[in-house]
């Protein structure tokens, strides 16, 4: 269970997230909006690296693949072993095909390799799995790869960001936010084209195929 309560942030003397509140469900909950949106502050505020305002409730561990990470010189599997070591690796490690990179220094990792071993980790390490923008350097394959495991392991919450709209396929709920404010909370096939339309200023048409829905950019 993952429930936010009037969530409001500040940085630098501006409202940076004004009073938000949802709950995820188990399962994939993708957060959208245009850049500059707030997305990361709030992501940073419920794992607790940021100051808020408001109330966050968590049953279980909480996990976090950041956007963009410092690349140490460190051994890929000393950087999934840093911090929980309670965590069960192994079977994320198979699940990820990673295993061939283990002994790699992970700074001469790609960026799309190193992706695929944060997500690994976030996975392993907690029930409830936030990352901000999980799929951002990888390839086609790969973002379905990713994609298809977090489905498979829906017994977790997963709260993730992400620019892609494809995800939204993927998804179990849907979170638009816009300058800081709460614009949708809901199913991905209520999301409505005006919606997004309104909030990225440019047009959207949604359409649904066989129960899952996508919104094309028309203009
Ligand atoms: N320390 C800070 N001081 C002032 N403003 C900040 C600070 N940190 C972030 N901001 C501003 O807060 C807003 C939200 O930033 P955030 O990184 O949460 O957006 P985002 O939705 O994740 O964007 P993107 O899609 O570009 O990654 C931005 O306008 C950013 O410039």
Known sequence: MLTLR????????????????FSAVKGINVILGPNGSGKTTLLRAIIGMIKYDGEI???GEISYAPAEFFSPSMKVLDVLKAGRKRANYESYIKELNVEKFLERDFSTLSSG?????????????????IMDEPLSNLDVKNKFFVMNILKKFNHKTFLITSHELETLRYADKAIVINKGKLEYDGGVSDLSDDLLSNVYGIKFKKIQVDGKTFFNVTG
């Open 57 to 59: 409730r968590v049953d």
């Open 113 to 129: 390799e190193r992706k695929l071993i944060l997500v690994t980790k976030a996975l392993a390490e907690g029930d409830n799995v």
């Open 6 to 21: 009037n969530i409001s942030v500040r940085l630098g003397g501006k409202l940076i997230l004004s009073s938000i509140s």
